[in-house]
């Protein structure tokens, strides 16, 4: 059956595939017919075709099994979370921007970038540029379709349209399907604070580029660095400070003011408020007056907080103690001034009476002794004849006489004559109470405390501090009083200059500066309020008692309780022995002393 | 249902020669594609806009004449497959070069021409057609008859992948090779050709790398899942892990609002997250099953033939399951194939009805046949 046969004899397919073809039951002739195909080709054939078919079905078997268990792996092993999660968090955490973040001393952003879109047009690309400005009109319903004409139709190569185009915008323009229009990647400056710490921030042009405060200060750092930039500054200091003074603000119909928190250990700046304020998010929407920084920028006489100076520097010196005192019956007379005090005594004070009774006859009789050149040295060594250098450029440079004459020695003494910013005041009356360091202010957050300045000694910042825990108890600033945090202060009322004696007297810049607690002074309130009114409550008052104190007193007791700083006992014999200074009788009755 | 085992009618016969086990399985499997469509369209329907139940009603639509094209089929004998199936290649060749001159780009490739209103990929009705074409000129050539069977074999697989590398379908192309190679394999390829052939294919998958840039970025993110996007594939895993053992429920999955194709190519990433491990195992053994089942009747066929022809048929429904489901939990490249019977597709679903009908047919018990 081999050889010629193989070529020549076709099987016949139909018999052997049709049983139809035959009729009945009758199969044997069919199976008859498998015989003929066992031949040696088709028997060969078919057992290759069948190894290799076993090998083919081992083949899938095997990738079936495959499947399976991966299915497996998959659905019983795997955890949802641990392959996809991180990776998308850490490519959100590497997000970069052209400009780094701000933040506050704890970590609270204050300042940061978003990336927004710009939509421009190169009108020399489009079709028809009056129908893209009418239908681009109806996105932006802000826009006034006349001009955006005239703008597509001007000749120029190149407009932007709108800035800070929303996303939802952004596809409703894309829906438009203008062509020649542009979206351009840029980024916008956010403060999620708005106006709260305006001063301190500043803001940005449209470019990115600082225009003001620490955004223009700090420029070059915060456009080289990816990571944040902390401030000294605490955004919940900076709410108490900025809510009390805005409502001493508004009592006292005041056009202004300032007010600091700094530390008095680090000369770090806690709180720095300066009113009236705008929102840096949309400066432009403020009258330009109210970028003006009255706390750092604007210098002022301040009047008789000056006196913790004059006083610290006459114990300082050693021309007189706490025991000893100066004749202020008569007012002094010095060629066309008069030497006042406001709450005449007509009698001899002692120097904390001077200090607590705010005798400006007493005070300019201890700088006198103290003398001209010794005095302007002593304020040059407080700082208060320089800039400040701060991280923001809106520091103010302090005014002084050119010829040091004694008769400014003695104004100065009582805070007239000299200008400086409230930052001045502040940082100096830190040096007089952490034992005599001048630590510069600073806006940054400081992680190595610098050595500071010798300015006075400790013994003097001891008595200083004394004077001013005496002062709010008996004196001007009981109105400052937290009960149990042993504060301590002076306030200040300083005449304006102008009117008709070169000094106004109804346009006041009334201060209090408290410090707290006296035991371990940790930071220094100062209050400024600019031409204050006063009210019916006030009996007409509108001195730094009066109208700053209450507001200091405020902020004292809302950060304390922020920095957990516990109220002691304050009439606990060791406190009251190591505060006491001993005082005439007439003082202690006297009770209604708010200057 | 009651027929008597001497009953010789026609569908006495059938009744008694078929392999009713694959024919159950395949029912269970075409079921259970509509079900799934069910599932997985919706959300791919409220996409893009249609009625949320409008791949349902198509499927639905379809799935009758399927499985009446699977039955018909099945009921015919060897020689009229081969006619069938001669008829079904002749025009599905056409209809390929028809979709180069008319047919509607859809993502990137033209798969579908339009016919009398509807839409039909040639490419899915060429594979069961070339499938038993080649199987019939390998066993002829293999039993001695006077054509030049390999030759036409050849250039029958030339001219059909050339087309479908000109749409491009590099998976329907992988699909015809394997078929082709598996028959050549069967048909007694001496082992140095084998070899080369397997070179062959290497060489052809990198060149496909090479000359078609999807295929290549396709390539490249399976390899380095950092290269680039990998969404599909990370949905589909999510998917997996969400459902778990028992799943989160039908229709409870959320996946599937996520991933494009949902319906088609990952609906058993679908299957995964709404019905759990064990359903997914069932379903991998069903397709197992029909395929090994399938190997089990050709291995005791004596018709050359038909064991050619069979098995032809089983590596491209088994290839075709087992790619998708690889790629589908990132076994494999992603590689777009639909799984058969459970991904939506009126084409897939009428040519695989017909060629399970063809496998059916050719798999029955025929006297002097059995070894």
């Known amino acids: 059956m081999i050889g010629p046969f193989r070529r020549t004899r076709r099987p016949k397919p139909p018999e052997l595939y049709s049983p139809r073809s035959k009729p009945g039951g009758d199969r044997r002739p069919v199976l008859n017919c498998a015989p003929t195909r066992t031949d040696g080709t088709f028997r060969r054939a078919i057992e290759t075709g069948r190894s290799r078919l076993l090998i083919t079905g081992a083949v899938m078997s095997f990738a079936f099994v495959a499947v399976g268990l991966r299915l497996v792996d998959l659905a019983a092993f795997a955890s949802p979370t641990a392959t996809s999660a991180p990776m998308h968090a850490e490519t959100a955490y590497r997000m970069h921007t052209d400009r780094a973040t701000i933040t506050d001393r704890n970590g609270v952003i204050v300042a940061t970038s978003l990336t927004t879109t710009s939509l421009a047009a190169r009108p020399d690309r489009m079709l028809d540029p009056v129908d893209a400005a009418r239908k681009l009109a109806q996105v932006f319903p802000e826009l006034d379709p006349a001009e955006l004409t005239a703008k597509l139709t001007s ?10 185009v929303t996303p939802k915008m952004e596809q409703a323009v894309m829906e438009l399907g203008i062509p020649g229009l542009e979206f351009e990647r840029d980024e916008t400056r956010v403060y999620p604070h708005g106006p709260l710490m305006a001063h301190v921030l500043g803001f940005t042009d449209v470019d990115g580029r600082g225009l003001a405060g620490i955004e223009q200060g700090m420029e070059s750092v915060l456009k080289g660095s990816d990571d944040p930039l902390r401030l000294s500054i605490d955004v919940r200091f900076q709410h108490a400070a900025h809510q009390e003074l805005k409502k001493a603000i508004d009592t006292y119909s005041a056009i202004g003011g300032a007010a600091l928190v700094t530390d008095v250990r680090t000369g770090e700046i806690l709180a720095m408020v300066s009113m009236p304020d705008f929102d840096p998010n949309h400066p432009a929407d403020s009258p330009a007056v ?46 066309r001034f008069t030497i006042n005090d406001y709450h005449a005594k007509n009698r001899f004070l002692t120097v904390p009476e001077i200090f607590i009774y705010s005798s400006n006859i007493g005070s300019a009789k201890m700088a006198l002794d103290v003398g001209p050149p010794a005095q302007k040295a002593f304020m040059e060594r407080l700082g208060m004849l320089q800039p400040i250098a701060l991280e923001i450029p809106e520091t103010g ?24 910013t409230p930052l001045h005041l502040a940082e100096g009356v830190g040096a007089m109470l952490n034992g005599g360091m001048l630590m510069p202010a600073t806006l940054l957050a400081r992680d190595n405390v610098p050595t500071g300045r010798r300015v006075v000694s400790e013994q003097v910042s001891y008595d200083m501090r004394r004077l001013m825990r005496l002062n709010a108890v008996y004196g001007s600033g009981k109105a400052a009083q937290v009960n149990g945090l042993m504060v301590g202060g002076k306030t200040g009322t ?22 707290f607690p006296m035991t371990d002074p940790r930071y220094v309130v100062y209050v400024v309020l600019d031409e204050p009114q006063g009210t019916k409550e006030t009996y007409g008052y509108a001195t730094g008692g009066w109208v700053a104190a209450p507001a200091a007193g405020a902020i004292v007791e809302r950060i304390a309780g922020i920095a957990g700083i516990a109220p002691i006992e304050e009439n606990a014999p060791e406190i009251q022995h190591a505060f006491a200074i001993d005082l005439p009788e007439e003082t202690k009755k006297l009770a209604s002393l708010r200057q | 249902m009651a027929i008597a085992r001497n009953d010789t009618s026609v569908l006495g016969r059938w009744w008694w020669t078929v392999d009713r086990w694959t024919l159950v399985a395949v029912t269970v499997l075409a079921v259970l594609g509509l079900l799934m469509t069910l599932s997985a369209s919706p959300s791919v329907a409220e996409r893009i806009g249609v009625d949320p139940l409008h791949f349902v009603r198509k499927q639905a639509v379809l799935l009758l004449p ?26 599905s060749i056409l209809l390929l070069i028809g979709t180069l001159f008319i047919g509607a780009e859809i993502k990137g490739a033209t798969r579908w021409v339009s016919i009398a ?23 002829a050539r293999r039993l001695g008859e006077p054509i030049p069977g390999y030759a036409l074999a050849c250039a029958l697989y030339a001219l059909v992948v050339g087309l479908l590398l000109l749409q491009p379908d590099v998976g329907q192309a992988t699909v015809v090779t394997a078929i082709f190679g598996v028959q050549f394999f069967l048909a007694g390829l001496p082992m140095v050709l084998v070899i080369l052939m397997v070179m062959g294919s290497v060489s052809a998958l990198v060149g496909a790398y090479f000359v078609f840039p999807h295929v290549q970025s396709r390539i490249d993110r399976f390899l380095d899942p950092t290269a680039g996007d990998t969404y599909q594939i990370d949905k589909a895993r999510e998917a997996f892990m969400n459902g778990g053992l028992f799943g989160r429920g039908p229709g409870e999955g959320i996946v599937k609002m996520s991933i494009p194709d949902s319906h088609a190519d990952f609906v058993f990433a679908v299957a995964g997250e709404e019905f759990g491990l064990i359903a997914c ?28 022809a069979a098995t032809g048929l089983l590596v491209q429904f088994g290839l075709q399951s087992l790619i998708n489901m690889a790629s589908t939990l990132s076994l494999i490249p992603t590689k777009g194939m639909t799984l058969p019977f459970l991904s939506y597709g009126g084409s897939s679903l009428l040519a695989l009805g017909i060629g399970m009908g063809m496998l059916l047919a050719l798999t029955r018990r025929r006297l002097g046949v059995l070894s």
């Open chain 1, 155 to 164: 000749g120029s190569p190149f407009v932007y349209i709108h800035r800070k």
């Open chain 1, 290 to 335: 109210n970028r003006f920084n009255r706390a750092t920028f604007g210098t002022y006489e301040l009047g008789s907080t000056f006196k913790i100076f004059n006083t610290a520097m006459a114990l300082d010196s050693g021309v007189t103690t706490l025991a000893d005192g100066y004749d202020a019956s008569e007012p002094i007379r010095i060629s």
């Open chain 1, 397 to 420: 440079r302090p005014q002084y006489p050119d010829v040091w004459a004694p008769i400014y020695t003695m104004t100065i003494s009582y805070g007239h004559g000299l200008s400086v």
């Open chain 1, 494 to 515: 300083a005449e304006k200059p102008g009117g008709s004696k070169g000094y106004n007297r109804r346009s006041l810049i009334s201060s209090f500066v408290a410090a």
């Open chain 2, 66 to 91: 399927a499985l009446v094209a699977m039955l018909g089929v099945s009921l015919m004998d060897p020689r009229s497959v081969r006619r069938l199936a001669l008829m079904m290649l002749g025009g």
């Open chain 2, 117 to 139: 209103g509807f839409t039909v990929q040639p490419s899915e009705f060429a594979k069961p057609a070339f499938a038993v074409v080649a199987g019939w000129l390998f066993a």
């Open chain 2, 281 to 308: 195992l069932l379903i991998v053994a069903l397709f197992a099953f029909i395929v090994m089942r399938g190997f089990a009747r050709v291995l005791q066929d004596n018709d050359l033939f038909a064991v050619i």
